[in-house]
């Protein structure tokens, strides 16, 4: 009986040594956990550098400084490139956003800034480098609707909103810059039908503050009245065709009918 109880002790004692050897192995692959993701984040900063897969050109971070104001009482917002504008919270809110230069001086046009200052300075940029019509495309490129803030789309050239329109059309309102661009939308002021205005109808569709007093009138080049009439016509359509000049004051803004 002695002896029974002497082998089963043994028996038992025998194994001890093996939860020793298995607690070594999850120590080894805890190890070997650590060491895949240890290689993963250092992979990141390797295929992700400022720009990567991003064609020379685009607003890449840090660039360029966008200070922008708001329609309501927030404060002002300071943001380092156009998407960081276009995913703010308060983006529908924006009154307008200045833009300035903050990368490495001097300043040297990328490929895309180049062609986009070439397209609103056809006859070239003047004495200085280009930056300050790019700064103005950039500025475009900001904007959240027609008429909010300073220096909005009514108040630009011809050649920048087309170049604004070619740099930034992923921008949310880059549907509106295109219409301005391509004069499917236009402002107060006298526009040659065919040129700064699409030939066919147009109606007044965001009246101005002071639509009440709204005159518009159709001419010939000759400066024969075709057409004219106040807020009540603008509600319909005007139709337009080229070589015609049409005349708006104190109305807001006109679309194009399709």
């Excluded at 192995?25 to 650590?34: L, R, Y």
């Excluded at 810059?177 to 205005?197: F, K, M, N, P, Y």
């Excluded at 699409?198 to 080049?221: D, M, N």
């Excluded at 708006?248 to 399709?258: F, T, V």
């Amino acid at each position: 009986m002695a002896a029974s109880m002497i082998m089963l002790v043994a028996a038992c004692s025998a194994p001890s040594p093996q939860p020793s050897a298995g607690t070594s192995s999850p120590a080894t692959s805890s190890a070997g956990a650590t060491a895949q993701p240890s290689g993963s984040p250092s992979a990141g900063p390797g295929d992700g550098t400022p720009g990567a897969g991003t064609t020379p050109g685009d607003d890449e971070p840090g660039r360029y400084a966008y200070l922008c104001t708001s329609l309501d009482a927030s404060p002002e917002v300071q943001l380092s490139s156009l998407a960081e504008v276009w995913a703010a919270n308060n983006y529908t809110r924006m009154a307008s956003c200045e833009v300035t230069f903050a990368g490495p001086e001097p300043f040297e046009a990328t490929p895309r800034e180049a062609e986009a200052i070439s397209t609103a300075e056809p006859q070239g940029a003047g004495t200085d480098d280009g930056l300050a019509t790019m700064l103005d495309v950039l500025r475009l490129c900001t904007r959240v609707s027609d008429e909010t803030g300073p220096g909005g789309f009514e108040e630009a050239n011809r050649g920048t909103l087309l170049a604004a329109a070619a740099f930034c059309p992923e921008a949310p309102q880059g549907k509106i810059i295109a219409g301005w661009a391509q004069g499917a939308r236009v402002g107060d002021g006298s526009h040659a039908v065919g040129e700064a205005l699409e030939p066919g109808g147009v109606q007044l569709v965001k009246p101005g503050p002071a639509a009440s007093e709204c005159t518009w009138s159709v001419t010939r080049s000759d400066g024969s009245v075709v057409a004219d009439g106040g807020l009540a016509e603008a509600g319909q359509m005007v139709a337009v065709e080229a070589g015609q000049n049409f005349t708006s004051d104190k109305c807001g803004i006109w679309g194009k009918m399709y």
